[in-house]
């Protein structure tokens, strides 16, 4: 037989006192005794919040609900969208403003790990060597804000005896460890730590922000979706406190930075989903040999994103995909241009040139500035609805541009990037010198053809997001001679997209670093299209 009980609404456990008429539960410990919460590491999280029942109910009855995450040895609610820690508050990335540092001094905007890597990443931020010097004289201090489960810091000085910068040893940089040489590097340069803020202070006697940045674990495979955090650097700046976030990624596939669900609503001219978003490679375009042809639709990638690859010209119907060198002499290089027709497209029905000049991996593409199909004329700024390469014909802006421009050679902050250094475990280990043109300050490795370099950082803050992507500025090739221009100072990145003809161009994602304004903060960046001749050789990145 079956009896049922009436229950109580309300209920007292651990004592026979009646509950207050305000609780619905009341624990009663006589100071001795806790509430323990569902203990859940992060990875068992995951396989909760993906559940079909919780996925049911992720926006209505699963709201509140409560565990304790013995990864990050904190508790944790979910708020209907993703789960909120109820440690010390930390700032939201998205609320964040960026203030750059000094002049004379390049930051680390980011840090790279391939999916199957863990190992340290080195952030080093020099004290200005030209005065005044003492403008970044102060504390500073790093703390993971998101990504606290995954990835952890230090302030120890990396073991490897051979990192090109160290002062306190004398390097052989040649002898570098790297994953190519060492195959064990992680094991050998871990960051054994459960850090995830650690401080220090910049003066005359330590005149450095140094730190490391590590990850507990390797994703599951290469084809593994990216996942991102951010940690936050908050440091002196002419005795004020400044804020810069870092973006940390882990995984080489390809990912969206601007999905086809973050709006545009900034644009003049268009406005809703991004459906020509495209996923994009980490890493430029490069070849086995240079100077010589990619086999079609099949070139390589670098090894990592910081560095250069190859040069490329848009179209050359005599040297069909050939892969110029980052350094040294292109060749043979043909300053006879345009050697083509000018009015010839890449997907006309008449040349339809993607079908013989894609030199990007298997399944990737060069990306649109607009139609490819005929010509896409200059835009002016008053032209609020142009027929050619509006925001709504361009998988370049609606990918890349939190705001994207309507007009071309817009000019200004992108919204959603940053200039500076990136630790991908290549350059961070390197010296950092000068760029074989001259820019003071903006490359490791110059005399191979490893060479990398600064560049620009493209995220999303988006809060369920945090993507991030990076492009080194590797400058060009002249159309005429093939000599290298701009390196370490600029970058022009090919599109798909042809300009007007009595231009012979075609269009590029263009930009260049920040310039300091003399007072801590920097003017606006510059990240626009421009429009170059097609024989010009310029660095070709993958979308999908």
Known sequence: MIVAIPASSQVTMGSLKAPEKFSLLELISNNQRGLRLPQLTTQERTAL?????????????????????????C??????????????????????????????VTPYVGAFWKANQTGERLIRITRPTAA????????????????????????????DPNVGWRTDVTPNEANVHSYESNSNFDQLHPVNSTLTSVSGTVSEASPQIYFRIGLKSALPSASTPPRYGVVLLTYTNRNAVSKLRIWIRQGEAADYVMRKTDLITGATGYTGERKLARKILPCNTS????????????????AYPSQAGAYFQWVNTTYR??????????????????????????????????????????????????????????????????????????????????????NTFASGAAGNSIWGYYADGFFDRRKISDSPNGVALSAVSTGDN?????????????????????????????????ALEGAGNSAYYWSSSTAGAANDGAWALYFTPVTPNGTGGVSDSFVTVSMNVRAWGMPVRGFQ
């Open 49 to 73: 919040e993906q559940s079909a029942d919780f996925q049911n109910q992720k926006g209505g009855l699963a709201k509140g609900l409560v565990i304790f995450n013995t990864d990050t040895n």
């Open 75 to 104: 508790m944790e609610t979910w708020n209907g969208s993703k789960w909120i820690s109820l440690c010390a508050a930390m700032p939201n990335p998205e609320d964040i403003t960026d203030n750059l540092l000094p002049a004379g």
């Open 132 to 159: 005044p010097v003492n403008t970044m004289d102060g504390p500073w201090s790093a703390t993971v804000i998101a990504g606290a489960d995954w990835i952890v810091l230090d302030t120890q000085m990396t073991t």
């Open 287 to 302: 070849w086995s040999q240079f100077n010589t042809a990619v086999t079609y639709n099949n070139g390589l990638t670098t």
């Open 321 to 406: 995909r050939y892969a110029y060198p980052p350094t040294g002499t292109a060749t043979p290089w043909d300053s006879n241009y345009p050697g083509y027709p000018i009015n010839s497209f890449w997907t006309d029905a008449t040349f339809n040139y993607s079908a013989t000049y894609e030199t990007c991996p298997a399944g990737f593409h060069r990306p649109s500035d607009g139609v490819t199909d005929q010509n896409v004329p200059m835009i002016s700024a008053s032209e609020v609805t142009p027929t050619y390469n509006s925001v709504i014909n361009s998988e370049l802006r609606q990918s890349l541009w939190l705001n994207p421009p309507q």
């Open 450 to 482: 490893n060479i990398a370099y600064v560049g620009r950082l493209f995220f999303n803050q988006s809060s369920d997001s945090y993507a991030s992507v990076f492009f080194p500025a590797m400058g060009t090739r002249n159309y005429s001679t093939g």
